[in-house]
T-cell receptor, first 113, second 117 residues
Framework: NAGVTQTPKFQVLKTGQSMTLQCAQD?????MSWYRQDPGMGLRLIHY???????DQGEVPNGYNVSRSTTEDFPLRLLSAAPSQTSVYFC????????????FGSGTRLTVV | AQTVTQSQPEMSVQEAETVTLSCTYD???????LFWYKQPPSRQMILVIR??????QNATENRFSVNFQKAAKSFSLKISDSQLGDAAMYFC??????????????FGKGTLLTVNP
């Protein structure tokens, strides 16, 4: 049982490059989400999904794109990386319908130069 | 929108002593959940304890307990018999239970706890 798997763990991008952060879970969780963590800011919600084919914006969605074609996968795309997107990114998932705990991935540290 | 405030950016405690981390939140909902997460230097987010708003009894998990004051919208975490392994960033988080797609967690900015030997 792998839980939530995020790849890569570290990444350095040049300004303007695009990339996809991968998130996969094997717990059949309906709800998946992406957060970014910045010093002194806590974790802020970027995008979330309540099931395959359904996504919505969170608090800080600009510059990011998501899709949810399967229950298991919820990739986060940076369309044109900017230094302001330097952060640690977390994927989290949970079952819907009750107060289940959230399972977090181990995070991706992204640096945009 | 709901907000979560942790007023203590940093705290320190002596090993074996007790420390309390503060958290307040703002919501117009009556049914919600509150969480404390621990983030050690490994960066992993670890659930410490959770509280359902409809339960009056404060949640406890071994050395960790909460003081949930619903009317005051306060949710503090008490760590008893502090251990070196408790050193971490602690986040308070809120999730409402009003139905629909409301599974979003709202986090505070965190409290960095140092444990002194």
């Amino acid at each position: 049982n792998a839980g939530v798997t995020q790849t890569p763990k570290f990444q350095v991008l040049k300004t303007g490059q695009s990339m996809t952060l991968q998130c996969a879970q094997d717990m059949n969780h309906e709800y998946m989400s992406w957060y970014r963590q910045d010093p002194g800011m806590g974790l802020r919600l970027i995008h979330y999904s309540v099931g395959a084919g359904i996504t919505d914006q969170g608090e800080v969605p600009n510059g990011y794109n998501v899709s949810r074609s399967t229950t298991e996968d919820f990739p986060l795309r940076l369309l044109s990386a900017a230094p302001s997107q330097t952060s640690v990114y977390f994927c989290a998932s949970t079952r819907t319908g009750a107060n289940y705990g959230y399972t977090f991935g181990s995070g991706t540290r992204l640096t945009v130069v | 929108a709901q907000t979560v405030t942790q007023s203590q950016p940093e705290m320190s405690v002596q090993e074996a002593e007790t420390v309390t981390l503060s958290c307040t939140y703002d919501t117009s909902e009556s049914d919600y959940y509150l969480f404390w997460y621990k983030q050690p230097p490994s960066r992993q987010m670890i659930l410490v304890i959770r509280q359902e708003a409809y339960k009056q009894q404060n949640a406890t998990e071994n050395r960790f307990s909460v003081n949930f004051q619903k009317a005051a919208k306060s949710f503090s975490l008490k760590i008893s018999d502090s251990q070196l392994g408790d050193a971490a960033m602690y986040f308070c988080a809120y999730r409402d239970n009003s139905g629909g797609s409301n599974y979003k967690l709202t986090f505070g900015k965190g409290t960095l706890l140092t444990v002194n030997p």
